[in-house]
Nanobody, 127 residues
Framework: QVQLVESGGGLVQAGDSLRLSCAAS????????VGWCRQAPGKERELVAG????????YYTGSVKGRFTISRDNAKNTVYLQMNSLNPEDTAVYYC????????????????????WGQGTQVTVSS
């Protein structure tokens, strides 16, 4: 059973940057699509970025385009989320998730298409 562990969250000021990591153990992520989702207080969890197993296609939700960058190092079984120009609206618990299927050709938009989740890492952005 794969385990996903997020790290890199913290408390930062508006305009700062953070780099989140999602490390897999007990299984691989290299042949799966991996997504980053976030859940802010009182809001539904949303998919913010996703990357295919080969990195050939990437998805970003509109509010993070141009500020966040998802990448992966399959040799390290790790996926990253570089977050720049953070603002208070980015405050949330960030989760990484592995897709149900392997070698996907389109990044799934539905969270139901991801079946392995990390425990989350808190990102708090102060104004």
């Amino acid at each position: 059973q794969v385990q996903l562990v997020e790290s890199g969250g913290g408390l930062v000021q508006a305009g700062d940057s953070l780099r989140l990591s999602c490390a897999a153990s007990g299984g691989t992520c290299s042949i799966y699509t991996v997504g980053w989702c976030r859940q802010a207080p009182g809001k539904e969890r949303e998919l913010v970025a996703g990357i295919l197993s080969n990195g050939g296609s990437i998805y970003y939700t509109g509010s993070v385009k141009g500020r966040f960058t998802i990448s992966r190092d399959n040799a390290k079984n790790t996926v990253y989320l570089q977050m720049n120009s953070l603002n208070p609206e980015d405050t949330a618990v960030y989760y990484c998730a592995r897709s149900r299927t392997v070698f996907g050709t389109v990044v799934p938009r539905s969270q139901n298409d991801y079946d392995s989740w990390g425990q989350g890492t808190q990102v708090t952005v102060s104004s």
